[in-house]
Structure formats: C-alpha cells, structure tokens
C-alpha cells in the first residue's frame, strides 16, 4: 500500500540552529515527491519537486534530499519566519493524478 | 499573476444547508483537485478532474459533489452539512508534462467552513 510518513510531528528549534525534517515513502515507482510548506489558514505552499534518488534542490535555507525510501528537508540556520506546517507528498505509477500526502512537520523556530 | 482563487474564503452555513464552495484558475492546467483538511491533519483528496473526467475517492461521502463547467472553474457542493464536516477546503491544480510525469500543485488559500 502507498504510503507517506513524516517524522517528527513537531519540531522547536532555537533560531540558528540548524535541523532536518524526514518524509518516508512507500509507493511502486516514484514519479515526483513534493514538499510543501504551510501557515496556519492558508493554502500549502511549493517548495520543491524531487523525482529521482540522488536527487537535491535548494532554496535559502531549505534543502530537500531524495533517496529510494526518503527525502530529508534540511533547514540550515532557521529563522522564526521559518515557522510553519512542512508538508510532504508522493505521486506515484500506480496513484493515477492522486498526490499522497503526509501529516506534515509542525516546525516552531524560537528566537 | 497565475493563480488558484477560493471564494469564499469564509462559510457559515447552518446544519443541513445547502452551501456551494467555488474555485477558479488562471494556470489553464487541466487537473483540479479538492481536498479537505481538518486542524493538524494531512489534506484529504475528496476527487479530482483530469480535464473533464471526473474521479470520486472511494471513501469520500455521497454528501460531497462537483462541478467542473470548463477548464478555469470547478465548484464543491455539499448538499446537506453535518457539524463533521467543518474543515478547511482546498483547491489544488496541476498539469501533466508529459509521459506521466506532473508539475507541482498550486493550492488556493482555502475556504474554512463552519457549520452552525
């Protein structure tokens, strides 16, 4: 059965202090996983696409990683404006047009 | 700017009122998507359209319909609202590339349904 599944739930962090947030996928032949970041009342967000093992992007002080099994985002020096609800997703050969969501990283950054 | 629009972005509806959701998109992408999200869960994919195909998650409830009149709208109407179904509802598009192979979503700013 596809699957996503982000670890940890919720995460604080002291500003500056650099972290990384986990999303573990199952699902038959990945096409494309996703993250997204979200603030409270408002629509996800794009941040990035990954579609093969090996896989990086960047953006600021966000970096996704992609493996076979998991993507990483990494937050390098995080910011309070860094806080948010970071989502992941997953669309693959045998989900049609459906995106797979996680429950997401609850990320608190402290100044 | 391209974008994904919700209106409204605010509903009040009383238990057992018909209410309408709206949403439009000026990415002229072909796949639109609604979702439900309840407070700290992941989106629920309720259907989708692929153009004018439209597909109906198994599990999601007979209460739950929608409309895709043509390419920049798409409507969600839930016929009678029970007090579970208070959520915010997103909007979501995207296209196909090619050879299966799909951009990003782009997600409207939601519309936070109360039922009264």
């Known amino acids: 059965e596809d699957q996503v599944t982000q670890s940890p739930e919720a995460l604080r962090l002291q500003e500056g202090e650099s972290s990384s947030l986990n999303c573990s996928y199952t699902?038959?032949?990945?096409?494309?996983l996703f993250w997204y970041r979200q603030d409270p009342g408002k629509g996800p967000e794009f941040l990035f696409t990954l579609y093969s093992a090996g896989e990086e992007k960047e953006k600021e002080r966000l970096k996704a990683t992609l493996t076979k099994k998991e993507s990483f985002l990494h937050i390098t020096a995080p910011k309070p404006e860094d806080s948010a609800t970071y989502l992941c997703?997953?669309?693959?050969?045998?989900?049609?047009?459906?995106?797979?969501f996680g429950t997401g990283t609850s990320l608190t950054v402290i100044p | 700017d391209a974008m994904v629009i919700q209106n409204p972005r605010y509903q009040v509806t009383q238990f057992g009122k018909p209410v309408t959701l709206s949403c439009s998109q000026t990415l002229n992408h072909n796949v639109m998507y609604w979702y439900q999200q309840k407070s700290s869960q992941a989106p629920k994919l309720l259907f989708h359209?692929?153009?004018?195909?439209?597909?109906n998650e198994a599990d999601t409830p007979d209460n739950f319909q929608s409309r895709r009149p043509n390419t920049s709208f798409c409507f969600l109407d839930i016929r009678s609202p029970g007090l579970g179904d208070a959520a915010m509802y997103l909007c979501?598009?995207?296209?196909?590339?090619?050879?299966?192979?799909?951009?990003?979503?782009?997600f409207g700013p939601g519309t936070r349904l109360t039922v009264l």
């Open positions: 699902v038959s032949g990945l096409r494309g």
């Open positions: 997703a997953v669309l693959g050969l045998n989900t049609g047009n459906q995106f797979y």
């Open positions: 979501a598009t995207s296209r196909v590339i090619g050879g299966g192979t799909y951009n990003e979503q782009f």
């Open positions: 359209y692929y153009d004018k195909d439209f597909n």
